[in-house]
């Protein structure tokens, strides 16, 4: 079974400083992989997703993504964090098994907290 | 566009209990599915319903189960409640599901405490 390993379940940062949010995953077959990110009391919105090509994804609020498959991860990264980074931020593999069945697993979240 | 609604927003139940929890999905979004979310266990995915029939299902007892409706709108249903089940409930809806890699639009979640 796949399994998501978000090494770090708590990250804090100073304000304007860069941040790297680190995934491994463990399936060698072809998967799909996304970053979704939670605000308090809300639901999960998608940060940014590798499919194929380029290994490095861009996506929204300045967040990017390196797929690494040799080293089987899908860091997360920003260049300069601001106050309403303030989330928490799951990593997620989406991996097909066969015909019509796949697998959506979520690992354990990292909470970044932005200090001001 | 209204987002996806997840109804009631809080429960208390007892153990033993069973409880039905709602889902409306995006207008068109014919994929609902549902996730368990726990502080201990993070995010797991349960079951996932496209036009009325199950499609895939997680690791989870048969106390939890599901049904679409013909307006993809879906219920989840946890019977003979546990303790453990106390979690946030989320669901979250797409156009073509989880088979496509297509973007989830999440709900708020319920939030399900079990006495």
């Known amino acids: 079974a796949q399994s998501v390993t978000q090494l770090d379940s708590q990250v804090p940062v100073f304000e304007e400083a860069p941040v790297e949010l680190r995934c491994n995953y463990s399936s060698s077959v072809s998967v799909y992989l996304f970053w979704y990110v939670q605000y308090p009391n809300q639901g999960l919105q998608l940060l940014l997703k590798y499919l194929s090509g380029s290994t490095l994804v861009k996506g929204i609020n300045g967040f990017e993504a390196e797929f690494n498959k040799s080293q089987t991860s899908f860091h997360l990264r920003k260049p300069s964090v601001h106050i309403s980074d303030t989330a928490e931020y799951f990593c997620?593999?989406?991996?097909?098994?066969?015909?019509?069945?796949?697998?959506?697993?979520f690992g354990k979240g990292t909470k970044l907290s932005v200090i001001p | 566009k209204a987002g996806v609604t997840q109804t009631p927003r809080y429960l208390i139940k007892t153990r033993g209990q069973q409880v039905t929890l709602s889902c409306s999905p995006i207008?068109?979004?014919?994929?609902v599915s549902w996730y368990q979310q726990t502080p201990g266990q993070g995010l797991q995915f349960l079951f996932e319903y496209f036009s009325e029939t199950q499609r895939n299902k997680g690791n989870f007892p048969g106390r939890f189960s599901g049904r679409q409706f013909s307006n993809s709108r879906s219920e989840m249903n946890v019977s003979t409640l546990e303790l453990g089940d106390s979690a946030l409930y989320l669901c979250?809806?797409?156009?073509?599901?989880?088979?496509?890699?297509?973007?989830?639009?999440f709900g708020s979640g319920t939030q399900l405490s079990v006495l």
């Open positions: 997620a593999v989406s991996e097909h098994l066969r015909a019509g069945s796949y697998q959506l697993t």
């Open positions: 979250a809806s797409s156009l073509t599901g989880l088979a496509t890699n297509e973007k989830l639009f």
């Open positions: 207008s068109g979004h014919r994929s």
